[in-house]
């Protein structure tokens, strides 16, 4: 559907029974989880292994198509390792995977289908192991990484840096710059005399970006009725 026809007390329902979803089935998947997780389609985030852990007001976003995956390898020698700091926004189609440790730092920004690991998962002339070809991987605070971008093992991303879209992380990138490409590469510094407005200065106060966030959806929904959304379920129209 073009519009989202649900009353406003269907909505908030849903919410009601997603939230205790993540709760039951999501949360317990985590070593650590912080309090105000977000959580959207919960039943297509995937966690597999240990040592998983996530921060303060996260928000993650999954779809059918666009599942999220967090994968840590678990062998004789050693755990993987991911923690991920507070604020995080991961977006649908990502996929994180340690086989040493990946480190995400807090306020980061990951869109749709960043792939992030920190092995090759086998070696280049022994194809039947791993080998040393895994290194960890830290990401900074407030980072941004765009749709699509790889990061390599062994790479390190300073803090405020953003990475282009489509990108491919082989080597170090340092902090407050614009880096794109394969391999991506600086291509500007940011201005140090602009502030940066992080995802922590948004959810200073949860209760209240909730309050604001359902009070937004009572005005957008207003018209809405439930004889309304059963039609629309089983004839919809062009225009819906």
Request: proline residues 7%; glycine residues 8%; hydrophobic residues 40%.
């Amino acid at each position: 559907m073009r519009k989202d026809h649900r009353p406003i007390w269907m909505k908030r329902l849903q919410r009601r029974v997603q939230r205790a979803r993540v709760r039951r089935f999501l949360e317990p998947q985590f070593d650590a989880v912080g309090p105000h997780l977000d959580a959207g389609h919960p039943r297509y985030i995937n966690v597999h292994g240990p040592n998983i852990s996530l921060g303060r007001c996260a928000t993650l976003r999954a779809m059918a198509a666009y599942p999220l995956t967090f994968t840590t390898w678990v062998g004789a020698e050693r755990q993987g390792r991911i923690d991920m700091g507070d604020y995080l926004l991961i977006s649908p189609g990502t996929r994180i995977l340690a086989s040493e440790h990946v480190h995400i730092g807090t306020n980061t920004m990951i869109a749709g289908e960043v792939y992030i690991s920190d092995s090759d998962w086998h070696h280049v002339y022994n194809r039947t192991a791993e080998g040393d070809a895994h290194k960890p991987i830290h990401i900074g605070q407030n980072v941004w990484l765009g749709y699509g971008v790889k990061v390599c093992k062994g790479v390190t991303i300073g803090e405020n840096t953003v990475i282009g879209a489509g990108s491919v992380v082989t080597r170090p990138i340092p902090a407050n710059v614009i880096a794109a490409g394969n391999p991506a590469r600086p291509v500007r510094d940011l201005d140090p005399d602009r502030a940066i407005v992080r995802r922590q200065d948004l959810y200073a106060d949860p209760p209240k970006v909730e309050a604001e966030m359902d009070q937004l959806d009572a005005v957008f929904l207003k018209d809405n009725t439930l004889l309304k959304w059963l039609r629309v379920s089983v004839a919809p129209k062009r225009e819906d």
